[in-house]
């Protein structure tokens, strides 16, 4: 993933950018950047690693080598950015939130009809905040130029572009996947991924820009540059999964909804019968199944506990390794059991998803070693069907790192994947299938997925404006 925040005010706004961009830091975790631009000075950039130290580490600096009455910055789990790019259409600083997924089509055709180059990365690649202001510069305006990049690409694109007039242009994806917020200060106004981020910084929101929505700020005003367009489908996982639980989207909180997603699994688990009695704790997988399983515990009247501890002090989220098998094994280390919570008893845990069930393995496997009875596992959303091609949420290659599917074909081959809704369904054989097969091999007592339904009853957004497509494949 990624995120950004953006802010132009009649003063210097280092600070407001430095803590605002900090302020994204658990949504990704390769590199961050900010960019500025001072009359005097001009446009200015850096951009560090941060897969081995914090954000704030790696800029807090910045007070001393950048000024500015606008700037931007970046968390980025994939390219450097932002990058000043010098073009036809002026000198201007750009950062993106999304994916390409027809990337090398856009880069042979355009690189081929305008005869030009891309800055080719470690092994060829190119950077794809570069082909995005490509694509913008085949047009002699910004507007036109983000409009045409948007059409052009297959994916997501959410985009902060500072001009080297000191302005801000903030524009929404297409179909609006992802968030952009605008809030106002006394003097400016800022533009951001996350709500929270501007209102610890005296921010008032103003509004969150609608698809494809494309303005522009000054220290003065908010223009309308291109009026939102009317489909939308925002990506469901901000709520179950990678939001912060302080965010808002469409006027809806994180934490609230995790609250009223854990309340409707466990009133489903009562009305079907598969809620276990002789459950001692309801816990979360820490941090986002925390709020779950507040949910449940309260819906299915079983205490809540937290039976292990994260040690975050050492390993932050914002620094965790790239490597997947690095990764597993520091969420292992982090892990610290409160034995008197785990030994004898019948636990009951909610996680914010099961994607490749691996972390999960070893977390269910450390509460057995630590003397636990039975593990029953509950996820906060349906079953993972399908790779995101929209977002790049997951570090997944391959569908078939995804368990549910990797089950499916384990069971029948790829005969299964025509029956995928039926295997989402609890109450099918299939269903049923898939979850003893799922609970044998990750040593569950018990598995039950929230349905989609109580998912989108949790949500309490108009269907029609989710996008559900890794549980139902349905875009």
Known sequence: MGGFFGAVRKQDVIGDVFFGTDYHSHLGTKRGGMAAFDAEVGLQREIHKIENTPFRTKFEHIFDTMQGHAAIGCISDTDPQPLLIRSNIGVYAICIVGIINNKEELIDKYLSYSGGHFDAMTGGAVNTTEL?????????????????????????????????????????????????????????????????????????????????????????????????????????????????????????NVEVMRYKNGEIMARNDKES????????????????????????????????????????????????????????????????????????????????????????????????????????????????????????????????????RRTIVELEGEEGLKHMEEYADPQSERGKAMRKAICDKMHFASLEFQTLDGMIEAIGIDPCELCTYCWNGKE
């Open 132 to 252: 995005v202001a490509a694509l913008i510069n085949q047009k002699s305006e910004f507007v036109d130029g983000i409009r045409f990049a948007q059409s052009e690409i297959k994916g997501t694109a959410s985009m902060l572009i500072l001009t080297d007039a000191g302005t801000i242009i903030a524009a929404r994806d297409r179909d609006g996947r992802l968030p952009v917020l605008i809030g106002k200060a006394e003097d400016g106004y800022c533009a951001s991924f996350e709500s929270f981020a501007y209102q610890k910084m005296g921010y008032e929101d103003v509004r969150e820009l609608g698809p494809g929505e494309i303005v522009e700020l000054t220290a003065e005003k908010i223009t309308v540059l291109k009026k939102p367009g009317k489909k939308k489908k925002i990506c469901s996982f901000l709520w179950t999964y990678y939001g912060y639980p302080t965010s808002n989207y469409e006027g809806v």
């Open 273 to 404: 019968g598969l809620l276990p009695e002789d459950v001692d704790y309801v816990s979360g997988v820490p941090d986002s199944g925390t709020a779950h399983a507040i949910g449940y515990a309260t819906g299915s009247g079983k205490t809540f506990a937290r039976p292990f501890i994260k040690y975050a002090q050492t390993w932050l989220r914002s620094f965790m390794p790239a490597v997947q098998t690095d990764r597993n094994e520091v969420a292992k280390m982090k892990q610290i059991p409160v034995r008197e919570l785990i030994k004898d008893k019948n636990l009951l845990f909610v996680d914010d998803s099961i994607v490749r069930g691996t972390q999960l393995r070893e977390t269910v496997d450390f509460l057995y070693k630590n003397g636990a009875k039975a593990v029953h596992m509950r996820s906060a959303c349906p079953p993972i069907m399908y790779g995101c091609k929209y977002l790049n949420f997951s570090r997944a290659t391959s569908e078939m790192e995804l368990i549910s």
